[in-house]
């Protein structure tokens, strides 16, 4: 049965970033994913995407993202993944990308692009999904497709869908990409790479006491990132995220977040967040619900 498409039929979405501002692998489960522990700290800035759905029964990616293919792209993936669930066959859209996330960065560009394309057109194509569901489908897409359809900042376990919102102080961070794609396949196929650090509980949480079981071998195979974080410490409290390639600054006080990043050298590339702990995502969302609960 197809549902009359509602209004309005074009809207951006954002599709913030996150960091992983600790990452320890436990182990690794019988298919060959890791078991891990980290903090995914949702930050208030990343790409955005522009929907406008029609009945075409059509998706379709206007913007191209160079080395990747229609088919294969994110988005594309999580449009035809989110059709096939029910009956919205006839269902279509054509989707433009503003992209401002470095890809193979850490920071959950493909992954954020997934997610806000299922949580969005959930909603223009009136599919009616929780967002358990949309997690569960998401995580066919990535591991970190369901964190950010949670849009929480959280503690989590598992591949990294085992979700526990927390909150944490506001903070700045710096994020600066030493200009190197990095797979994040290739990193957890490492045979020297740490697998077993002990599982922690949330309350005994620190940044000093954590850290990245990624970050000496991804410093030892791409000595930009050593060079890049030696040169970040220097100024505040520094780490890779994820599987890499950008390091992150923490920083109480923008204004001297500010600074720093005009000492950043060329060829590095920074961007300035702020974190929070609801991401821009989900706040969309409720502002979406509540418009259209006043209609
Ligand atoms: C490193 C993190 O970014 C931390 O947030 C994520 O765990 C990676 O999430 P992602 O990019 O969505 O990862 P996926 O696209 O699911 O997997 C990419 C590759 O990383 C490896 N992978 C990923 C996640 C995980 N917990 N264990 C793994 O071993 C798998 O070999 C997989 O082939
Ligand atoms: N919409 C998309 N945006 C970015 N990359 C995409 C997209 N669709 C597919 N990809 C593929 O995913 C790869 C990883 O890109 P991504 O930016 O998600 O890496 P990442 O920041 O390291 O992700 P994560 O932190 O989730 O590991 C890219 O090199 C690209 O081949």
Not at 188 to 215: G, I, V
Request: aromatic share 10%; net charge negative; proline share 6%.
């Amino acid at each position: 049965m197809d549902t009359e498409l509602k209004f309005p039929h074009h809207q951006w979405w954002p599709s913030p970033a996150k960091l992983n501002l600790f990452l320890h692998i436990l182990g690794r489960y019988e298919n060959g994913y890791h078991q891990l522990q980290t903090l995914f700290q949702m930050l208030d800035t990343g790409d955005r995407l522009h929907f406008s759905i029609n009945n075409s029964g059509k998706v379709l990616l206007a913007t191209a993202i160079p080395g990747v293919a229609h088919k294969d792209n994110l988005i594309v993936r999580a449009a035809k993944l989110l059709q096939q669930q029910g009956q919205w066959c006839s269902h279509g859209v054509t989707i433009h990308l503003d992209k401002q996330l470095p890809m193979g960065g850490g920071i959950g560009g493909g992954s954020s692009n997934a997610a806000t394309t299922l949580v969005a057109l959930n909603d223009l194509w009136q599919c009616g999904l929780d967002e358990n569901e949309l997690a569960t489908l998401g995580l066919q897409l990535g591991a970190d497709v369901p964190i950010f359809i949670r849009g929480q900042t959280a503690f989590a376990g598992g591949v990294g869908e085992e979700i526990s919102p927390v909150s944490l102080p506001t903070r700045w961070y710096l994020v600066v990409n030493p200009g190197i794609h990095i797979s994040t396949a290739d990193v957890f196929r490492e045979p020297n790479l740490p697998r077993n650090t002990l599982p922690m509980e949330w309350k005994d949480y620190s940044f000093a006491d954590s850290h990245n079981d990624c970050q000496q071998i991804v410093c030892d195979r791409y000595p930009e990132v050593a060079k890049l974080l030696q040169w970040l410490v220097h100024y505040a409290p520094s780490r890779m995220t994820g599987t890499g390639a950008c390091v992150f600054a923490t920083f109480s006080d923008e204004k001297l977040a500010r600074q720093v990043q005009s000492f950043v050298p060329a060829p590095w590339k920074s961007f300035l967040a702020k974190g929070v702990n609801q991401s821009p995502l989900k706040q969309k969302l409720y502002e979406v619900n509540a418009t259209s609960d006043t209609n």
